[in-house]
């Protein structure tokens, strides 16, 4: 899986204008080679008609008491104005779809295109350093693996089934810990992936988390699509 830093449309190459950072994800053998037609592992799909649903429908409070019980401080900035000095994250949980892991961090290759997670930080979501740190302004850019031929599922192969409402937690080198809440899950074709929707300035801290999705191909040995998650600050505080 490689993100690049342009957009491949059959044999042309689009330029995507500054400021937006056009990053695409596309499977090129870097550990997720094909398991064969009869033991590729898809990843779960984004179900459209039950997203539309549950975005018109508040979400009901998280079960587990621990998620609901302050042990730390709450900012007391509103979410819209938070804008914090520079640090990197370090630790990604999301209960919902059981992700509790350190995060590495990738640049750039030297032809441009993006690093993935390799080695032993295989199964490690990936923030690009290049973007926002979480809690600044504009969007923080974390991406995993869905899976792999030798390992199967990766850390983000239930990705597809965050719900708008979703707690997400990013804790910080500084100890402060963002909460996001989840807004839209989407899907969408690599040749025709909205760029600038995803990695486009925003004026508040957002995150957006992104990987693999859709079909797998066997005869390019691709994923057919992306699947990203948009998330928006809603508080910050310091860890216990």
Known sequence: MR??????IGNHRVGIPYPVVAIFMVVVGVGLLS????????????????????????????KQPSENKPTTTPSTQPADRINLKPSRPVHLRIPAIDVDSSVTKIGK???GTIKVPEGADYDKPAWYKHSPRP??????????????AEGGASVFFRLAQLTPGDKIYVKRADGKVIIYQTGRVREYKKNNFPSEAVYGHTEQPTLRLVTCGGQFLQDI????????????????????
Do not use: C, W
Request: hydrophobic content about 30%.
């Open 109 to 111: 290759n030297p032809d």
């Open 221 to 240: 040995q691709e994923y057919e699509s992306n699947t990203v998650v948009f998330a928006t600050i809603s508080n910050v505080r310091d860890s216990s």
């Open 35 to 62: 398991y064969g037609m009869s033991q590729q592992t898809s990843p779960p799909q984004v179900r459209m008609a039950q997203q539309t649903a549950a975005e018109t429908m508040p979400k009901a409070p998280d």
């Open 135 to 148: 809690g600044q302004v504009g969007p923080t850019m974390i991406e995993g693996h869905v899976d792999s």
């Open 3 to 8: 993100i690049l830093s342009r957009i491949h």
